[in-house]
């Protein structure tokens, strides 16, 4: 995992111990070494709405999360377009989103045309986290639409995953 204190995540936004709303912003072709390419959560309490999150890269080894990387916060994510975000690196996760022991609650977002190297490609919800994940859009994704894993017990509720390249969910 990233660390937090440094500039190295969140091209578009960085998010630390705050709970601001991020509403109705192009977020769009950043790209950073680290995690979320896009949108940067961590600690956070932040309302993320009506945003388009297009074209970022995040270049971890691991859990990169390209348009939008969330962990240890409480977020309310809805109504965004999240679209053409890539995680290249050998072991990229979660290129559209990646939700990493977090407690967010995910609502009628779409997700297409994201690509991850490894896991992932449209969504990951992943370590432990208690994700609410319901009435979103994953669709055309260079990969697995919705991947959930490592222990996560999260709600997936409602939601359309369809046209994605590999298995998931």
Known sequence: L???DNDTSGGGVFVKAASPLIEGNLVIDNEVPDQGGGIFLYASYSHVVDNE???NTANDAHD?????FSTNSEALVERNFVHGNRCPAN???GAGLMAYATSDHYRANRFTGNWANDNG???RLSYYG???FEGNLIY???GQGLMVSHGTTSR???NTIVDNSEEGL
Do not use: F, M, Q, R
Not at 64 to 68: A, H, S
């Open 156 to 158: 997936v509720l409602n």
């Open 130 to 132: 208690e994700v609410l």
């Open 121 to 123: 490609s449209g969504c």
């Open 53 to 55: 999150v297009a074209d």
């Open 64 to 68: 990169c999360g390209g348009g939008i």
């Open 140 to 142: 055309g994704n260079d």
């Open 91 to 93: 072991s990229g996760d």
């Open 2 to 4: 990233a660390d937090p």
